[in-house]
């Protein structure tokens, strides 16, 4: 079993910073096995791939919109996934969710992803 639990949402205005925190419990598996990706949901709008990385070699990918602008990284001894967001747009705003899959890569399909946290919420103003 996994849980996910999501942190640092909040309003900032447009150009600033903000990082978020996905914090992962997890019982009898290894991490290393697992992959942790960022989603975000926007209002009418369905949910997408934000970014992701894989636990064991760090590897990360992104979503055009946010590449040079979003990182993901992770700390194995916190057990935590961050996403680092720099230069936020008002259509960054959305509810950002994480989520783990295990084995695999962090992939853009999140029917691919078996553990999700509740969300937290970004807005981002003009």
């Known amino acids: 079993q996994v849980q996910l639990v999501e942190s640092g949402g909040g309003l900032v205005q447009a150009g600033d910073s903000l990082r978020l925190t996905c914090s992962c419990t997890?019982?009898?598996?290894?991490?290393?096995?697992?992959?942790v990706a960022w989603f975000r949901q926007a209002p009418r709008k369905e949910r997408e791939f934000v970014g992701g990385i894989d636990w064991g070699d760090g590897t990360a990918n992104y979503q055009d919109s946010v590449k040079g602008r979003f990182t993901v990284s992770r700390d194995n001894a916190k057990k935590m996934v961050y996403l680092q967001m720099n230069s936020l747009k008002p259509e960054d705003t959305a509810v950002y969710y994480c989520?783990?899959?295990?084995?695999?890569?962090?992939?853009?399909?999140?029917?691919?992803?078996?553990?999700w946290g509740q969300g937290t919420q970004v807005t981002v103003s003009s």
């Open positions: 989520a783990a899959r295990v084995l695999g890569s962090a992939s853009p399909h999140e029917l691919e992803y078996s553990y």
């Open positions: 997890e019982s009898g598996r290894s991490l290393a096995n697992f992959a």
